[in-house]
């Protein structure tokens, strides 16, 4: 396997910054809202600054812009530049999602940028997967700023259906969580170990998806609709790309896995379905609990998922998966071993992150355990008062305030909802207190601007289940 630490030809970025709080576990963190400011700062100090311009173009022609700005080409400062926006790049593709990126600004950092995007270049697993979801061939187009459209962004609501028998199926790397809601309350709920991930014959999902279905169906006198939440991406229903069925593949997942969630529906009487990124669910969950919007909703499981819900209570379209995304500067950071790249969310907000720092702090776990069960297994020290276990958590919630920091530069937040088992317990608390902690140190404005909540114990484990039974609208059945 490539590590692209080693291949990627960018030096360290020198404007990086020590954050004021410093994880006990994990002293090389570089938070990247800090790097960042300090680096538009230094720019916006020198001798012309240029404007830059990035366009995400998605599906139907939507594409979302974001302006800045990078050092003049005689600063000579051109390894910082291309660090910049490189990781800025990144960040935007992931958040909103797209086929095409636009670049206006210096030629030589666009061409640096293409080079990036090409047939086996540094982001080779994002042109791959942006092309595969998007259906078209990934590209980089170089253009002036001047030469930029302004975003076209578009909105749509988003569940809040609560009448009648319904289920909602939350689909989890390690468990797989239904409830069977009638008028919008709970009377059933469920929560299965399963290893989808493991898996190479679809079979294998779509019994136990079929089996916690029926099992939630069984509570009930009838079912009128169901609500699917799950990682990845969907459109009209179908699974697009998804980390469940990573093993399995592409031929079976063609056949097999795209109709899925529909042919269940269809065994099960063609009972209305509609199938929702988990993310997105998160923050509806957050919306309709808080009774408000402009929610970010962070699920910590298997993986790091997320989605929003704006000022007018709708989802965005944007992929939301911040997963992806940088989360940390430094570039010794743990490799995904998925898209190859360092410093990404997912080794920051989900499982992964509590093992990599036990491992890295000589915490033992029994190594025959599943990477769920590791996670259960550093929970149950925590419920036994190990302090040093504790502290993973708290190095966890470290990174989530610096990153809350950073999210806000794509984001307009009023909540910050965190959900997901990594949340489970006394460590989720103090993850929360130390996200909390952060956001107040560095910045007492966005302390006050932005709250950050975690649920009660029930709603972080089913929460999401209940809040997808709402997705479909039965009113025009």
Known sequence: MRDFRMTKKMKPFKY????KIIPEMDQDFKPIFLANQNYLKAVMHSKNPEVVKIAIERNQGIQSVFSTYVFNDSENEYDSNIFYIERLI????????GWKIIFGGPKSIGEYIKSCYAKDGLREFDREFMTRIYEKEFTVELKTPNEIEDSNEKSAPLGRHLEGYRIGFDAGGSDRKVSAVVD???IYSEEVIWHPKLQTDPTYHYQGILNSIQTAASKMPRVDAIGVSAAGVYIDNRVM??????????????????????NIAKELGDIPIVVANDGDVTALAGAMSLESNQVLGIAMGTSQAAGYVDSKGNITGWLNELAFVPADYN?????????LDYGCGVKYFSQDAAIKLADQNGIFI???LTLAEKLEYLQKEVSKGNEKVLQIFDTIGIYLGYNIL???TFYDIKHVLVLGRVTSGEGGSRIIKNAKLVLETESKELAKQIQITLPDEKSRRVGQSVAAASLPDISQK
């Open 16 to 19: 990086s910054i020590a954050p």
């Open 90 to 97: 990144k960040s935007l593709l992931w958040i909103k999602g």
């Open 184 to 186: 919008g309350v709970p």
């Open 241 to 262: 790309a998804a980390s469940l069925f990573i093993k399995v593949p592409k031929p079976e997942f063609d056949l097999h896995v795209k109709d899925m969630f529909i």
């Open 331 to 339: 570039q010794n950071a743990m490799v995904d071993e998925w898209s």
């Open 366 to 368: 029994p190594s025959h």
């Open 406 to 408: 950073g999210y806000q």
